[in-house]
T-cell receptor, first 113, second 114 residues
Framework: DSGVTQTPKHLITATGQRVTLRCSPR?????VYWYQQSLDQGLQFLIH???????AKGNILERFSAQQFPDLHSELNLSSLELGDSALYFC????????????FGPGTRLTVL | GQQLNQSPQSMFIQEGEDVSMNCTSS?????WLWYKQDPGEGPVLLIA?????ELTSNGRLTAQFGITRKDSFLNISASIPSDVGIYFC??????????????FGKGTKLSVKP
């Protein structure tokens, strides 16, 4: 158990819908990172927040957005869902801003039908 | 966009054998990371490399940051059944601004026969 929690564990929805994935970082961690893992694209970095502010952006689609709240939990919002958005979405957290300090959560498996 | 070519895609080895895998890119990275992912779990960082030519060990694992900064290697010595999983390399470039971007390889799936 990494100490990072993600909810829900599984999510099944339809094309065109909007969903919100939630991540609670380890106690004391200020950074939250979001990743997408799919069969065809592999593991992709989406976005990084540190203490409520966006620090780095990767291959995140415009239909996706994220935020980190004052209590440091983070939400990833996915809208106008397409079949190709079906994937595992991981959150990771770290104390500082170093990728080498990250601990990954168990992931949320999103299935778009 | 940037791509990392990770090879081999999969390996089937006997317990006790040594394992080698590598990642190459046409782009230069300033950090290389190696992760292991077990089924149903998130990746776990194994080794981080920060300088060209750097060689770092973590138990039976050894990783190297290539001199050209465009490649990295991971070796596992004397493999054991719990080494089974998917190993990912990742390269980090231009971190420090708003465009810090971690690029992952497609993974090497390791199977170990007892």
């Amino acid at each position: 158990d990494s100490g990072v929690t993600q909810t829900p564990k599984h999510l099944i929805t339809a094309t065109g819908q909007r969903v919100t994935l939630r991540c609670s970082p380890r106690s004391g961690d200020l950074s939250v990172y979001w990743y997408q893992q799919s069969l065809d694209q592999g593991l992709q970095f989406l976005i990084h927040y540190y203490n409520g502010e966006e620090r780095a952006k990767g291959n995140i689609l415009e239909r996706f957005s994220a935020q980190q709240f004052p209590d440091l939990h983070s939400e990833l919002n996915l809208s106008s869902l397409e079949l190709g958005d079906s994937a595992l979405y991981f959150c990771a957290s770290s104390v500082g801003t170093g990728y080498n300090e990250q601990f990954f959560g168990p992931g949320t498996r999103l299935t778009v039908l | 966009g940037q791509q990392l070519n990770q090879s081999p895609q999969s390996m089937f080895i006997q317990e006790g054998e040594d394992v080698s895998m590598n990642c190459t890119s046409s782009s230069i990275f300033n950090t290389w990371l190696w992760y292991k992912q077990d089924p149903g779990e998130g990746p776990v960082l194994l080794i981080a490399l920060y300088k060209a030519g750097e060689l770092t060990s973590n138990g039976r694992l050894t990783a190297q940051f290539g001199i050209t900064r465009k490649d990295s290697f991971l070796n596992i010595s004397a493999s054991i059944p719990s080494d089974v999983g998917i190993y990912f390399c990742a390269g980090l470039m231009n971190y420090g601004g708003s465009q810090g971007n971690l690029i992952f390889g497609k993974g090497t799936k390791l199977s170990v026969k007892p």
